[in-house]
């Protein structure tokens, strides 16, 4: 078939100042960045001082469970689900599936957050760390992409991560999340792409990355049950694949610097997330005041 040679690229939503606006108003203005600071200071244990990839390039990929233990926990836990909550399904496809055996929940949070994959998050926040919440998310098989499936950074402190945990392999669904490294976002970041509004969001960004001279290098990886990958929401531009194939199961934490060690802040919080809705604390100090930190 012939390319729509006459078909005009939408119009991107540009303003420059918007991403500096964004990271004043989380950062500053609502106090994520003294908390940050303030965790560090609670922080006596020891940091290692070679920067991981996470600390380079803000996105790194990581194997996080082995296939057995990735496949046991997604079928036990779809056996405990006994219904999908659906969540907006008309906007990104996805249901959230809810995890209510709270023991079940721990046994494999402290499964996943292994003594090396805690010191690369320590070390990254130089303080201790929390879950602000999670999501066990099947997203199904879709052809049109929108919101998070198209290119975006999320709003939020410049001092927090997220995790996908793919629960199964990519060759089960073809879908995937797809990655620009920080250096480039921040150059997308100057010509006013990110943060615009959700409406004009693309999935391409090859027109606008060739007209501002950046170079384009998009990162993903094949990724296996198990595998993950742990990235900078508000600073690295990404956006979900799709599946194609079949429903693509993944376990997704939005982490926070924290005063205390997360299975403390976990469980001290009915092992629940901070944010049973996903938005965030209107001012951080809210937050402090919700963790329990024994002085
Ligand atoms: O579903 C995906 O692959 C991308 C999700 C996303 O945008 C996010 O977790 O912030
Ligand atoms: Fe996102």
Same mark, same amino acid.
């Given at each position: 078939?012939?390319?729509?040679?006459?078909?005009?690229?939408?119009?991107?939503?540009?303003?420059?100042?918007?991403?500096?606006?964004?990271?004043?108003?989380?950062?500053?203005?609502?106090?994520?960045?003294?908390?940050?600071?303030?965790?560090?200071?609670?922080?006596?244990?020891?940091?290692?001082?070679?920067?991981?990839?996470?600390?380079?390039?803000?996105?790194?990929? !990581?194997?996080? *469970? /082995?296939?057995?233990?990735?496949?046991?926990?997604?079928?036990?836990? $779809?056996?405990? =689900?006994? %219904? +999908?909550?659906?969540?907006?399904?008309?906007?990104?496809?996805?249901?959230?599936?809810?995890?209510?055996?709270?023991?079940?929940?721990?046994?494999?949070?402290?499964?996943?957050?292994?003594?090396?994959?805690?010191?690369?998050?320590?070390?990254?926040?130089?303080?201790?760390?929390?879950?602000?919440?999670?999501?066990?998310?099947?997203?199904?098989?879709?052809?049109?992409?929108?919101?998070?499936?198209?290119?975006?950074?999320?709003?939020?402190?410049?001092?927090?991560?997220?995790? !996908?945990?793919? *629960? /199964?392999?990519?060759?089960?669904?073809?879908?995937?999340?797809?990655? $620009?490294?920080? =250096?480039? %976002? +921040?150059?997308?970041?100057?010509?006013?792409?990110?943060?615009?509004?959700?409406?004009?969001?693309?999935?391409?960004?090859?027109?606008?990355?060739?007209?501002?001279?950046?170079?384009?290098?998009?990162?993903?990886?094949?990724?296996?049950?198990?595998?993950?990958?742990?990235?900078?929401?508000?600073?690295?531009?990404?956006?979900?694949?799709?599946?194609?194939?079949?429903?693509?199961?993944?376990?997704?934490?939005?982490?926070?610097?924290?005063?205390?060690?997360?299975?403390?802040?976990?469980?001290?919080? /009915?092992?629940?997330?901070?944010?049973?809705?996903?938005?965030?604390?209107?001012?951080?100090?809210?937050?402090?005041?919700?963790?329990?930190?024994?002085?």
């Amino acid at each position: 078939m012939w390319p729509n040679l006459f078909q005009r690229t939408p119009k991107l939503d540009l303003d420059p100042e918007r991403a500096s606006q964004t990271y004043a108003l989380f950062d500053n203005e609502q106090g994520y960045q003294a908390y940050a600071r303030q965790c560090q200071q609670h922080f006596s244990g020891t940091l290692d001082p070679t920067p991981s990839l996470l600390q380079q390039q803000g996105v790194e990929h !990581l194997r996080i *469970l /082995n296939k057995p233990e990735a496949g046991a926990f997604l079928s036990r836990t $779809l056996a405990l =689900t006994e %219904t +999908a909550t659906t969540n907006k399904p008309q906007i990104d496809y996805s249901d959230i599936l809810i995890i209510r055996d709270k023991t079940f929940l721990h046994t494999w949070f402290q499964h996943i957050f292994q003594p090396a994959l805690t010191a690369k998050l320590t070390n990254y926040f130089q303080s201790h760390f929390l879950i602000y919440w999670y999501t066990f998310l099947k997203a199904k098989p879709a052809d049109q992409a929108v919101r998070s499936f198209l290119w975006h950074c999320d709003k939020g402190p410049t001092a927090h991560l997220k995790i !996908l945990l793919y *629960l /199964n392999d990519i060759q089960e669904h073809h879908g995937n999340t797809i990655f $620009l490294d920080r =250096t480039t %976002t +921040a150059k997308f970041a100057t010509s006013g792409y990110v943060f615009g509004s959700v409406k004009k969001r693309t999935d391409d960004l090859t027109a606008l990355a060739q007209q501002e001279h950046i170079p384009f290098h998009p990162l993903s990886w094949e990724m296996q049950a198990g595998e993950g990958v742990v990235f900078e929401p508000s600073q690295v531009l990404h956006r979900g694949q799709l599946p194609s194939t079949g429903f693509r199961y993944v376990l997704a934490f939005c982490l926070l610097p924290s005063p205390i060690p997360w299975d403390h802040a976990f469980s001290q919080n /009915n092992y629940e997330g901070f944010r049973p809705d996903y938005t965030w604390h209107p001012h951080a100090k809210e937050l402090m005041q919700a963790i329990p930190v024994s002085t």
